[in-house]
C-alpha cells in the first residue's frame, strides 16, 4: 500500500512510557489525532485514512497506544481503558505542541472500541474543533450480549476462566495470558462475531503489516462489559460524526444511533453492511464524508 513520503516517526511521553506516532506535517494548521481500534496499531488501523486525509491538506498524529505496537509500556498487549484515555489526552496536547498546529484546530478519529472512546475524548477536551467516531463502540454491555450468540458456550467458559486467570496472574507479577484478537465460534478469541473474525482481511488484505500483533491480554473480557461511554453523549461540546455501519453485529447500531441523537452536535452517516463497511464497500463514500466534516470544522477563523 503507498506510503506518504512526508510523514516522520515521532514519539511522545503518556504516563511511565511514551507513544510512538507518525506525523504528517499540517499544511493548513490543522491536525486529526488517530488511533486504531482495540489492539489494532496505527499502521493497519489508520493508514488509509490518514493518507486521505493529508491530501486533503489536513496534518495527521497517528499514534499507537502504550503497550501497543512501536509504542512503549509493559506488560505487552495489555490495554487499560483509563490509561488509553490518558494516552489519548497526551496525543491531543502533542499535537497542539507541533510547530504550526493551532490548538483549537484539532480532532480526533478512530473506531470499534476506540471509536467510542472517542465519547469520553470529546467530552474530556471540549477545546477540539471536531471528533469522529467510526463503527463505535458505544454501550459494552449490550454488544457483549449479542456477541454471546455467536460463541458456543464451552468457548465462553473457557474464555472467561482464561480471563480470571490472566487478571490473577496480573497481581502476581506474571506475564499476560493472551487471546486473538478475532477467532472462530467454539474457540477463545476476543470477538467471534461473523463481521468481526474477517478481519485481519478489512485492515491488511494484501499483508502488508507483519508486525502487527494480533492479540490482547485477556484481562480486557472482564471490563468490556462495563464500558459503556456512549453516556457521555450529553456532555460533548465540539462536533461529533458518527459513521454507523447499519447491520454491525460487533458493535452494534442502535446504540450509536442513541448517542447521535443525544449528542448536542452530532452529525450522523448511516450506511450499509457490517463491522468493517468503512474499510471496505462503503470506503469512498466515508472518507468523502469524514474530509466534508474536518474541512467544515477545522477550517481557519475567518474563513467561512
Known sequence: MPVSPVREAVRFASGDADCAAWYYPTRDGSCVVMAGGLGVT??????????????????????????????????????????????????????????????????????????????????????????IAQMPLADGRAAARAAMRHQTVPALVRTLGIALLDAGGALLGRPPRLLPLTGEPGTPAALTTPDGRISPSPLDPDGSYPDWEQTVAARMMLSVGTFRPGRAARDIECPLLLVVCDEDQSVLAAPALKVAAEAPHAELLRVPGGHYSPFLQSHETVVATEVDFLRRHLAPAGSH
Open 42 to 131: 496505527k499502521e493497519p488501523g489508520t493508514d488509509r485514512f490518514a493518507r486521505r486525509f493529508h491530501e486533503a491538506g489536513f496534518g495527521v498524529l497517528a499514534f499507537d497506544h502504550r503497550n501497543f505496537g512501536a509504542s512503549g509500556g509493559h506488560d505487552r498487549q495489555v490495554m487499560h481503558l483509563e490509561n488509553q484515555l490518558d494516552d489519548w489526552a497526551a496525543a491531543i496536547a502533542f499535537a497542539a505542541s507541533l510547530p504550526g498546529v493551532d490548538p483549537d484546530r484539532i480532532a480526533v478519529w478512530s473506531f470499534s472500541l476506540s471509536g467510542g472512546q472517542m465519547f469520553e475524548v470529546a467530552a474530556r477536551h471540549p477545546s477540539l474543533g471536531a471528533a
